[in-house]
């Protein structure tokens, strides 16, 4: 792992760290770039897992890799958290590890290997419920990347009727002119003003750092998605990445794709807080019983098992 300081999603990693107590085997965690120092003082593990992003690392990592190998003679894993979007960093690890999990499903295409397998982000258990009377009708938290600032224009005129919420930096002018806006909040914050909120809008990200190799198109659906929906907390997804349906049900997750149905769903669930509420559980229910990280590692440890 990153050192929490360069960390950018340590809500992520504190989640998983939560999680794995709940596991029925051992983990322990290190940032990489103590990991060999702590690891001579440890018994030695049956399998290493480097899990973040590979871009431009404060650490060697494929030294650490290489040394992790020869010293400890232990199998090493790379659960990749950033792919497709940093992929052009990460295409060689399949020739550096023992096994590959992607993040993203169309990615694992395009490694060209029998040690990659798809692995998705998820979520921690959660208890938190939404506010009886939230303050906001809708709230989306996100980056301005071009595809969303398409989106929240073209639904501008639906949303301006509506008390709507953007935080994020680079927005456009129209719309940090039109509604109210937050450049920043942490992830306790965020969660508070979740909860404070009748819709959470979710907008996939299409913005690459290093995806120039194949300019792969990403598959699966953002943790983001988990994450909301294991508190409960009603969503209205873009429907762009078909593979949601592989996780939730239309009964669980509700999709728009125009601005059309985007209205038509917005008068329909905003003032109807049951019918909200009982879709939310639905997929709050689903995420506990399948998409927490307790699952995600249960399976990377039985693939690991199956392939050795």
């Given at each position: 792992?990153?050192?929490?300081?360069?960390?950018?999603?340590?809500?992520?990693?504190?989640?998983?760290?939560?999680?794995?107590?709940?596991?029925?085997?051992?983990?322990?965690?290190?940032?990489?770039?103590?990991?060999?120092?702590?690891?001579?003082?440890?018994?030695?593990?049956?399998?290493?897992?480097?899990?973040?992003?590979?871009?431009?690392?404060?650490?060697?990592?494929?030294?650490?890799?290489?040394?992790?190998?020869?010293?400890?003679?232990?199998?090493?894993?790379?659960?990749?958290?950033?792919?497709?979007?940093?992929?052009?960093?990460?295409?060689?690890?399949?020739?550096l590890v023992d096994f590959v999990f992607s993040n993203d499903k169309n990615s694992c295409n395009y490694y060209h290997s029998q040690n990659v397998y798809h692995l998705p982000?998820?979520?921690?258990?959660n208890t938190l419920e939404p506010l009886a009377e939230p303050e906001w009708d809708f709230v989306f938290c996100g980056v301005g990347f071009a595809n969303r600032i398409d989106i929240i224009e073209g639904l501008q005129d639906i949303l301006k009727n509506y008390s709507t919420l953007i935080i994020g930096s680079n927005w456009s002018k129209q719309i940090t002119e039109n509604f109210f806006t937050r450049t920043q909040v942490d992830y306790d914050e965020l969660i508070s003003i979740y909860r404070n909120s009748k819709i959470v809008l979710n907008l996939s990200r299409y913005h690459n750092i290093a995806n120039q190799i194949?300019?792969?198109?990403?598959?699966?659906?953002?943790?983001?998605?988990?994450?909301?929906?294991?508190?409960?907390?009603?969503?209205?997804?873009?429907?762009?990445?078909?593979?949601?349906?592989?996780?939730?049900?239309q009964e669980e997750i509700i999709t728009f794709s125009s601005k059309q149905e985007f209205a038509y769903l917005a008068d329909k669930y905003i003032n109807n807080p049951q019918l909200r509420h009982s879709i939310a559980n639905e997929a709050k229910q689903k995420v506990h019983k399948e998409h927490l990280y307790r699952h995600r590692l249960q399976t990377l440890l039985q693939q690991v098992l199956n392939n050795l």
């Amino acid at each position: 792992m990153l050192p929490e300081h360069l960390d950018s999603n340590q809500h992520i990693r504190k989640m998983l760290m939560s999680e794995a107590t709940q596991c029925d085997f051992t983990i322990q965690f290190y940032q990489s770039e103590t990991y060999l120092h702590e690891a001579y003082k440890t018994k030695q593990p049956d399998l290493i897992v480097l899990f973040g992003s590979f871009y431009k690392p404060n650490t060697d990592i494929y030294n650490l890799i290489t040394q992790t190998s020869r010293y400890l003679g232990t199998r090493v894993a790379a659960w990749i958290t950033e792919d497709p979007y940093e992929f052009d960093c990460n295409y060689l690890l399949p020739k550096l590890v023992d096994f590959v999990f992607s993040n993203d499903k169309n990615s694992c295409n395009y490694y060209h290997s029998q040690n990659v397998y798809h692995l998705p982000l998820a979520t921690a258990f959660n208890t938190l419920e939404p506010l009886a009377e939230p303050e906001w009708d809708f709230v989306f938290c996100g980056v301005g990347f071009a595809n969303r600032i398409d989106i929240i224009e073209g639904l501008q005129d639906i949303l301006k009727n509506y008390s709507t919420l953007i935080i994020g930096s680079n927005w456009s002018k129209q719309i940090t002119e039109n509604f109210f806006t937050r450049t920043q909040v942490d992830y306790d914050e965020l969660i508070s003003i979740y909860r404070n909120s009748k819709i959470v809008l979710n907008l996939s990200r299409y913005h690459n750092i290093a995806n120039q190799i194949y300019e792969i198109v990403p598959s699966t659906v953002a943790p983001r998605t988990f994450e909301v929906a294991a508190m409960g907390i009603f969503q209205l997804v873009f429907f762009d990445r078909p593979e949601i349906h592989e996780y939730f049900t239309q009964e669980e997750i509700i999709t728009f794709s125009s601005k059309q149905e985007f209205a038509y769903l917005a008068d329909k669930y905003i003032n109807n807080p049951q019918l909200r509420h009982s879709i939310a559980n639905e997929a709050k229910q689903k995420v506990h019983k399948e998409h927490l990280y307790r699952h995600r590692l249960q399976t990377l440890l039985q693939q690991v098992l199956n392939n050795l």
